[in-house]
Nanobody
């Protein structure tokens, strides 16, 4: 399985970006998909995930109400719409995939994902 993330860039605070992550080499509809981010000097942190079995979506508290995750199974792609961006959202954003169905809390942990994309840099200026 390969994941290709795109859509990062430089944006002013309050602006928006939409990240995409395309999956190839597997049956996309069977994968739960997650987004993580890693700021310089910090650990990789959970952002959002969508569970394939029931399409339930989970968000980190820090992005609730600002970020929106969706998936298009016809395009083998998951999207992360990021609105009202803040400087503290600056990070490299990674998409990840797993075929294992977990309870909600387990999607927060990077080790529970099997495949990762290369990351896309989001920079939010103040």
């Amino acid at each position: 399985v390969q994941l290709q993330a795109s859509g990062g860039g430089l944006v002013q605070a309050g602006g928006s970006l939409r990240l995409s992550c395309a999956l190839s080499g597997g049956t996309f509809s069977t994968y739960s998909m997650g987004w993580f981010r890693q700021a310089p000097g910090k650990e990789r942190a959970f952002v959002a995930a969508i569970r394939s079995a029931d399409r339930n979506i989970f968000y980190a508290n820090s992005v609730k109400g600002r970020f929106s995750l969706s998936r298009d199974n016809a395009k083998n792609t998951v999207f992360l719409q990021m609105n009202s961006l803040k400087p503290e959202d600056t990070a490299v954003y990674y998409c990840a995939a797993t075929r294992t169905t977990y309870n909600a809390g387990s999607y927060y942990y990077p080790n529970n994902y099997d495949d990762w994309g290369q990351g896309t840099l989001v920079t939010v200026s103040s």
